[in-house]
């Protein structure tokens, strides 16, 4: 690592001011502190002093996502042959859905890094870390049959749109990742609607289709997969959100580093719960009466969004008690829009980019309620002497 440092101090001259190539400089500092932990410190102004920079903080994500991928690499094989009535062994099935998830992870990085490149090079200022994170998480959300093309135009437009267009990492009002997920629901809903085939190659008398997407079309009683089925992921879907077991591993690692927010995650869990428990009390449709209250957090997105998603630091709410508002309410909105809206089987990106809008509206108010109180509190005591 020395001979690396060496040969990267002696080439930074030439990317510095007055350099010969002056105009990649935010490209080398990108690789630079990419490898490196910056030599540069907070000069002015109030700081934060902490042993991880950020760029060691979406590291840890990345880490903590890797016990999702793997399960889903391993179950896109599995789903393959289980619907051609095939006997796939554990590294047959591995290898089956490694080498049809990485070109989505390659198309994910290239095009998104590369379109951060461009705009920090048109921009003059440094390469933001956050893609690090966005990158992987965009071949995870979406199904294993979703054309490379699309990924790649879904991952521009999120980058563009979700994060650069408010100033890049840090500054995004909405998750990016799930901006590109919404992009290809909207621009094309055959392919991530849920109820069609998220199977490749299938056999022609096997349906692949969600069990979401299977409820969502149900005009009578659906066949639920088994409860380990669900929790451990043998079930159709997006690459990396099946398997809540796999899920909860990364949720682990998140909490012990202290990377992740748990009155965001434990809330998310609370509010679907019992806004599922109150339509199995409720109990109008198939829907209602068929879905026992805890099915709804271990099917589809729910606990890969909750876990992965809505706890991002800088699209969810601030305040501690913001927080717990911030999660209930996800969870409830995924449920209500999984049961009384057809039309968005899913429920939980739409439900994550709603609060993501409102996240600071409630701050606003959980700050302006403890203003008030101690206000108050002022008044007594001011009284009281």
Known sequence: MKALRNYIDKIKPNVEEGGKFHYMLSTFEAFETFLFVPRTVTKKGSHIRDAIDLKRTMFMVVVALIPALLFGMWNVGYQHNLSIGAEGTLVSNFFYGFWLVVPLIIVSYVVGLGTEFVFAQLRGHEVNEGYLVSGFLIPLIVPVTTPLWMVALATIFAVIIGKEVFGGTGMNIMNPALIARAFLFFAYPSNMSGDKVWITEKADAFSGATPLGQLMTATEKVQLPSVSDAFFGFIPGSV???????????????????????????????????????????????????????????????????????????????????????????????????????AYPEGMMLAILLLNVFAPLIDHYVVQANIKRRVKRAKLITVNH
Do not use: C
Request: aromatic share 16%.
């Open 240 to 342: 990396g959100e099946t398997s809540t077991f796999a899920i909860l591993l990364g949720a682990i690692i998140l909490l012990w580093t202290g990377i992740a927010s748990w009155r965001v995650m434990f809330s998310v869990f609370v509010g679907g719960f019992a806004m599922g428990w109150l339509f199995n009390v409720v109990g109008a449709n198939h829907y209602m009466l068929d879905v026992p209250a805890y099915y709804h957090l271990i099917l589809g997105g729910f606990a890969f969004g909750a876990v992965f998603m809505a706890t991002d630091p800088v699209t969810a709410a601030q305040t501690n008690t913001g927080k717990y508002i911030y999660g209930l309410l996800i969870g409830i909105m995924a449920v209500l829009i999984r049961v009384l809206n057809p």
